[in-house]
């Protein structure tokens, strides 16, 4: 769990958000929104972030797939209302990327996860090294880079 | 299904909205939105306009529980965006009222619903009928009212 | 609402069935199971049956489309357990076919709930009239046929 | 993400077991289960064994709340079907629990996953140490205990 402390839980380390609306079937009997519709949540800023870089370098959001999910659940979310998911690109590796993301209320940090995406060939649905130049165009999201 | 023509699905008709941001898990194999998610949707429609109205005549929101529902799906709705949810009041009964709803982008309408809610009292989770001036309060809101 | 008072309520009714777990995210906070998450029971029941009948008269699933439901709520579901769905052909209609649910656990009825499928063209998404043929295999799974 | 892959990925390493169907809208674009579903499969285990344990160690289920989750998709898992999630608990610390799942079909093993429960106040919504005589009790349930 260490490498999830390395996850900002600062709006400004955000650079791309993707509203999501709150509904009442998010909210489970504790009263508060449940964690599967966090979850929810989370791939709505996810998907938004990779088609927003994907288009960008031209890869088809059917080229990657999720490998791994980490969540860190900081504070409770209540209905209603509507929470924003920032994103950021964490790590380019040999085959697969790493992104980060935040969920926010104005300067307040609920949740922090992480994502490993792999790249992936959907005739095979295997996963496979992307050309040199993906992974060059790509790094060029990096934070700080 | 007579009933149903008879849910407005031009936008005109509608008072009141609640936005909802479309997810991607709410996408299903033929590439649309799933009707349970479009239930969702109506949901976030239904408690927000509810929760209006309720409020202004001193209703508590689990005061009533919801007895029926009917959905027609007019259009396929697609990730990602957001629909608008328009709320009227069509009908206050002995013991329930009637709510309709329309689904809409802009000026199109892609799904109506109507709902029946019956007053609820939480302690013996049966129905019961609302106290005359409560009747009165909420007809107030009622189409034409 | 008067056609749902003919949606059979008792178990005996019912010839094909299909078992639904209870998760702990379809409860909300009236710690109950919320209307979305029966939306969804519905649907599997929903598609259990449609396959079992189209397979058998060579119809595939994606050639017909959901155009309404209707959903009348009987009793609370309350989690944990399983309900069983039970699904009858009510009706063959010129470009639609009619279709009827019961959730049960043992033989108390908690929901009830009709669905209109509209035959449909995958390419053009559009409706369809069926081949006179696949109508009339149809009409053998009718209550009653 | 090195803690993962003490996961157990065999059968034979669980104990307690909590099936779930798999529902039409469980499924994405993709054409397979999506995560978030997966997310509420997990939940549906992780509840199933944590008032298995915490009925025999008298801790009311609101006594813990979700602090973490990681989780590892290693095959695709499709629609309709079963599936079986298995729950062990990995270790008992200080204010926490953490406790490990394996989503099966068969001897198949799909999905991997850890959560960490943190003791919980529902009365100041706060987190709180247990009293040691339940750190015993539940260190009985350990693997290997």
């Known amino acids: 769990m260490a490498a999830n402390t390395t996850i900002p839980r ?3 380390a955000y650079s791309f958000w993707t509203p999501v ?27 938004g972030f990779a088609n927003h870089i994907f288009q960008d ?11 791994s999910v980490t969540v860190d659940f900081l504070r409770e979310i ?11 690109l964490a790590a380019v590796g ?4 790493t992104t980060q993301y935040g969920i926010f209320q104005g300067d307040t940090c609920y949740v922090v996860s992480q994502s490993v995406m792999v790249f992936f060939n959907p005739q095979t649905r295997r996963s496979a090294a992307p ?10 999201f990096l934070i700080g880079g």
């Open 57 to 67: 370098v031209d890869l088809h959001p059917k080229g990657v797939v999720l490998a």
């Open 21 to 47: 609306s709150i509904r009442y079937s998010d909210q489970d009997p504790m009263e508060h929104v449940n964690n599967v519709a966090i979850t929810a949540f989370l791939e709505s800023g996810r998907i």
């Open 131 to 140: 050309p040199p130049e993906l992974k060059a165009a790509l790094e060029r």
């Open 78 to 88: 209540s209905f209603p209302g509507t929470v924003e998911v920032g994103g950021i």
């Open 94 to 97: 040999e085959r697969s990327i």
């Open 10 to 12: 600062d709006r400004g």
